[in-house]
T-cell receptor, first 110, second 112 residues
């Protein structure tokens, strides 16, 4: 079983809609979670990180963490075509090992 | 721009050869992590260096080795290259161990 799993997509939403990206993890010892955006041919760019249960908001982005359900999500409000990219979820295991999911490809249609 | 730089940008090597990739961390960051990203996959953790010591390692064989220097820059060395080593190699720096990491632009390695 992969430590961090994401739906590979593609996920397609219209411009202005809310995009919801989901991630599950298997290691209950994972403490920290990160969302990265990766444009084609580029390196990952950090969007948000979350350590505590609940929601964390930053501009149009909201990260949600539910440790009991081992579930992390990222909501993108008012989606823009420039948000079209692959979104990577990552979790830190206890031994300083960062595990990434395979990524969800998001397309925002004008 | 994250302030993390990597060199070279692209590299072509032959199977069996050795390669060294370089990374300069962002100012103020003392931790460097290396990742391998195959096409269509998420990055896979190779190892992390903190204050010049290896501070964690993923499931990579010993022919993947590294160094961190006093200025916190780092090298990734891969010996006996295999075709499957063809990938994007990413370096990420962070201010503290597994704190939020900032990636460099990567080195694209092709093994023929």
């Amino acid at each position: 079983q992969k430590e961090v799993e994401q739906n590979s997509g593609p996920l397609s939403v219209p411009e202005g809609a809310i995009a919801s990206l989901n991630c599950t993890y298997s290691d209950r010892g994972s403490q920290s979670f990160f969302w990265y955006r990766q444009y084609s041919g580029k390196s990952p760019e950090l969007i948000m990180f979350i350590y505590s249960n609940g929601d964390k908001e930053d501009g149009r982005f909201t990260a949600q963490l539910n440790k009991a359900s081992q579930y992390v999500s990222l909501l993108i409000r008012d989606s823009q075509p420039s948000d079209s990219a692959t979104y990577l979820c990552a979790g830190e295991l206890n031994n300083n090992d960062m595990r990434f999911g395979a990524g969800t490809r998001l397309t925002v249609k004008p | 721009e994250t302030g993390v730089t990597q060199s070279p940008t692209h590299l072509i090597k032959t199977r069996g050869q050795q390669v060294t990739l370089r990374c300069s961390s962002q100012s103020g960051h003392n931790t460097v992590s290396w990742y391998q990203q195959a096409l269509g996959q998420g990055p896979q953790f190779i190892f992390q260096y903190y204050r010049e010591e290896e501070n964690g390692r993923g499931n990579f064989p010993p022919r993947f080795s590294g160094l961190q220097f006093p200025n916190y820059s780092s090298e990734l060395n891969v010996n006996a290259l295999e075709l499957d080593d063809s990938a994007l190699y990413l370096c990420a720096s962070s201010p503290w161990e597994m704190d939020e990491q900032y990636f460099g632009p990567g080195t694209r390695l092709t093994v023929t």
